[in-house]
């Protein structure tokens, strides 16, 4: 906007001008009135001036009804030489023939006996009324006032006329002299009172201005300013209300302020994304967090977009879906390769108080763990339903069998018995390991920590394994293998709970015989670090292939379920294993060629002891 006002657009301008104006015009009026008034009393004052004197009028008629001619005319021009009034230019006495009988001006008399065609002359002589008539003379650019009165004898017949001739120059050179001087003076008068109304104007538009300035500062956002309050006028009150509306503005304004800064700040902290829209449902708003989640670095790359395409869901939902509430919550899956994703999106129309809706809010709920947990829990129930119930079909067609008579068959009874017995084993080895993880996944699993030379412990469950295989010597059933040992010198001082660990050990070896051939070699090794002792569990067996390499620490995961459960497995045992050596803060991984052999290895934290550094500085000096 153009904040100078234009020079003509200025109220003060307007009021300056309309003051004079109105002045022009009245004094105009005025002027004029006076102008005619003047002219006419002048006038008249004049023509009584030029009337002869009523003797003179007689005297004329007197000589005019005389037959003596020339007498008569000697004797009017006499009398019409004693008219002494210097206003008149010339006197004629026409007789009632229209004969040109005298004249008061020597220059003139030639005309004396010439018959006149004056029409005004003709026109009184006939009427016998007075006939009177301003002419121009264009000879000498003078105004003349021309007045012929009848001449009666005493029976009041027309007997002549006197034709009267004045100037009428003095007359008006008085009033034009008379005209400028009132005008001259009105004109000083406008001039003075235009300077005044400028003047006054002013005063009375400079609250009109401050107040304007200060709106403008209320505008640019400047409250500091105050408007004087000059009287208690209408403009007075209108400067205490436009000081008024400052202060409101700026508690407004500030009011205003916090609320955004506090919702920036809501926005900005909040663990959830948000997003809000227009009515159109472009994106208007979006805090860091939804950035973070939709994988977008900048807010620039949304604003402006629609926010079914910023969730890529245009698919499946119009804007005018979601704005009407129908779909208040959903779940959207953003993965892609390598990154899962699944959000949980909530949405809430802004609704103003009339109802009209001028946007949509979405908060984005991160609930990938969630998902995947849910999705977890309902893999491991339909996987332990599945698990128990192979063994207890395969149970309750045996006892089928046993009780439609095979009780009677000595082969096949104690077979059958035989399977029940493995197959119930396996059930209770099975339900076992899920209490022992489901204790360990509710943390109420106590583990009893004791410091214990590790190398020694690994030793002795090596050494049962060694004592089976010497037991099973001479049975051509069982499985043949050697355990080859390569462990550090060192004692190795572990904080772990013993009985566990033996679990984990007995598991990883229990698994490296079932799954190596005949006449395999274990190898197992044992070795430190500065801060960790890793021993490691190596056979020659089938290995496992690339694929499963991850999924081996799962719940119910194997290679091959058949020869799994046919060997008694449970499929829980690494799973187990791992939870373990979690809890004793360290780490278990494999590494496997499919067809080769399989290296198990376990890491755990180990503080060395000062005194032993100490001996083995010794025992290297020696
Ligand atoms: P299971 O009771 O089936 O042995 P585990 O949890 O102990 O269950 O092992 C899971 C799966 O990992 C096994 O079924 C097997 O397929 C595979 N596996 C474990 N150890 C070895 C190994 N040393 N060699 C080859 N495969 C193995």
Redesign the pocket.
């Known amino acids: 906007m153009n904040s100078k006002l234009k020079f003509y657009q200025s109220i003060r301008v307007k009021i300056a001008l309309v003051f004079a104006l109105m002045l022009m015009l009245t004094l105009e009026c005025v002027g004029a009135v006076f102008v005619r008034q003047l002219e006419h009393q002048n006038l008249n004052t004049f023509k009584q001036t030029i009337e002869l004197p009523s003797y003179v009028d007689n005297s004329l008629s007197e000589q005019l009804s005389r037959p003596n001619k020339k007498k008569a005319n000697q004797q009017m021009r006499q009398i019409l030489s004693e008219v002494n009034n210097n206003n008149i230019s010339e006197i004629r006495v026409i007789d009632s023939k229209r004969i040109i009988r005298s004249t008061s001006t020597s220059d003139n008399r030639g005309i004396v006996g010439q018959k006149t065609t004056d029409g005004t002359i003709k026109a009184t002589l006939v009427n016998n009324r007075t006939h009177s008539e301003n002419i121009y003379d264009s000879s000498n650019h003078n105004r003349y006032y021309v007045n012929v009165i009848p001449l009666n004898d005493s029976n009041n017949n027309v007997v002549g006329a006197v034709y009267l001739r004045a100037s009428l120059e003095g007359v008006y050179s008085n009033i034009n002299s008379i005209t400028l001087i009132y005008l001259s003076a009105a004109l000083i008068t406008i001039a003075l009172s235009l300077f005044l109304a400028i003047l006054i104007s002013q005063e009375i538009t400079r609250p009109i201005e401050e107040m304007r300035k200060q709106t403008l500062r209320i505008a640019r956002g400047d409250f500091s300013g105050q408007v004087r309050v000059m009287g208690n006028d209408e403009l007075g009150q209108l400067a205490g209300a436009v000081n008024n509306l400052s202060v409101r503005v700026e508690e407004a304004q500030e009011s205003s302020d916090s609320e955004r800064r506090r919702l920036d700040s809501v926005l900005s902290h909040m663990s959830d994304g948000a997003l809000a829209t227009d009515r159109r449902g472009n994106v208007t708003i979006v805090n860091n967090m939804a950035l973070q989640l939709l994988g977008v670095d900048h807010e620039d790359d949304l604003i402006g977009k629609s926010i079914i395409d910023v969730l890529d869901i245009r698919h499946d939902y119009t804007v005018r879906q979601l704005i009407n509430t129908d779909q208040e919550e959903m779940i959207i899956d953003m993965s892609n390769e390598g990154n899962d994703l699944i959000l949980n999106a909530y949405f809430s129309p802004i609704q103003r108080e009339s109802g009209f809706v001028s946007g949509l809010v979405c908060v984005l709920h991160d609930v990938t763990s969630q998902q995947k947990e849910e999705r977890e829990r309902k893999q491991f129930v339909s996987n332990v339903s599945h698990e128990l119930r192979t063994p207890l079909t395969s149970v309750h067609s045996y006892v089928e069998a046993l009780s439609d008579g095979a009780w009677q068959d000595k082969e096949i009874a104690p077979k059958s018995l035989t399977v029940i017995q493995n197959e119930t084993d396996r059930m209770i080895r099975m339900i076992n390991d899920l209490l022992s993880l489901s204790r360990m996944d509710s943390g109420t699993t106590k583990l009893n920590l004791e410091y214990v030379n590790i190398k020694e412990l690994f030793n002795y469950i090596l050494n049962r394994f060694d004592m089976i295989i010497k037991k099973n010597e001479n049975d051509e059933n069982s499985k043949k293998y050697t355990i080859e040992r390569y462990f550090t010198s060192k004692d190795l001082w572990v904080e772990i709970d013993t009985d566990k660990f033996t679990q984990v050990i007995d598991?990883i070896m229990n698994?490296?015989i079932?799954?190596s051939p005949d006449g395999g070699v274990i190898t197992t090794r044992l070795l430190e670090t500065h801060n960790h002792v890793i021993l490691s569990i190596s056979?020659q067996?089938?290995?496992?292939p690339r694929k499963d390499l991850g999924r081996?620490f799962d719940r119910f995961?194997?290679?091959?379920k058949a020869r799994?459960r046919k060997q008694g497995?449970?499929?829980?045992?690494?799973?187990i294993s791992k939870e373990v050596v979690n809890m004793l803060g360290g780490q278990i991984w494999v590494d496997?060629v499919e067809g080769k052999g399989?290296t198990f290895y376990i890491s755990l934290p180990y503080v060395p002891y000062e005194e032993e550094d100490d001996w083995d500085a010794q025992e290297t000096k020696d």
């Not at 067996?541 to 496992?544: A, S």
């Not at 995961?557 to 091959?560: K, L, M």
């Open positions: 598991n698994n490296a079932k799954y056979d067996g089938l290995g496992i081996i995961f194997r290679v091959d799994s497995g449970t499929g829980l045992g690494l799973a496997s399989s």
